[in-house]
T-cell receptor, first 117, second 108 residues
């Protein structure tokens, strides 16, 4: 998985509780992403980071926050989990191309299956 | 309208045949196009990327891009049972957008 780990791999929690998912990379890649994958919707971008302390919102960012204090770690937090946030969460990384664009391919972590009861 | 559309399938082909997977996208400014393979319960893995109009070949895989028609396709030649998976099309415009995937089954 290109030096990407996610923790925990599985989590069951209750509505209203805070949850933090961790993504850790050993590739020293600049860009990191959080996606959720749901049947009928495919992969949807939640937030992404283009450097330490530099983050931006994706397509489905409501109810989620992120932080990146080190190059290798990208945290996704659900401040107050809801049943609609039950999903499989994938972290991905990519690197800048020699031209400076960020179109390079993404590599995905193993995923975290989150169930909110 | 979704940013990226794929036929969800399932698509079934006999072993040794050519599998053809299609994808359309809505943003004409899209710059980069990717095909990922995802086995059940696993994470997506990159198969190919293409940036320019035309064909790009890598082993048994060929990606085809037609920006005028906003259409990307993936051909898998000599399909093998191990190719049975869900194939995701991804497009980079202002951010990355993924299709919902096409399920492919290769029948021995």
């Amino acid at each position: 998985d290109a030096g990407i780990t996610q923790s925990p791999r599985h989590k069951v929690t209750e509505t209203g509780t805070p949850v933090t998912l961790r993504c850790h990379q050993t590739e020293n890649h600049r860009y990191m992403y959080w996606y959720r994958q749901d049947p009928g919707h495919g992969l949807r971008l939640i937030h992404y980071s283009y450097g330490v302390k530099d983050t931006d919102k994706g397509e489905v960012s409501d109810g989620y926050s992120v932080s990146r204090s080190k190059t290798e770690d990208f945290l996704l937090t659900l401040e107050s989990a809801t049943s609609s946030q039950t999903s499989v969460y994938f972290c991905a990384i990519s690197e800048t191309s020699s031209s400076g664009s960020w179109d390079n391919e993404q590599f995905f972590g193993p995923g975290t299956r989150l169930t909110v009861l | 309208q979704k940013e990226v559309e794929q036929n969800s399938g399932p698509l079934s082909v006999p072993e040794g045949a050519i599998a053809s997977l299609n994808c359309t996208y809505s943003d004409r400014g899209s710059q980069s196009f990717f095909w990922y393979r995802q086995y059940s319960g696993k994470s997506p893995e990159l198969i190919m990327f293409i940036y320019s109009n035309g064909d790009k070949e890598d082993g048994r895989f060929t990606a085809q891009l037609n920006k005028a028609s906003q259409y990307v396709s993936l051909l898998i030649r000599d399909s093998q049972p191990s190719d049975s998976a869900t194939y995701l099309c991804a497009v980079k415009s202002n951010q990355f957008y993924f299709g919902t995937g096409t399920s492919l089954t290769v029948i021995p």
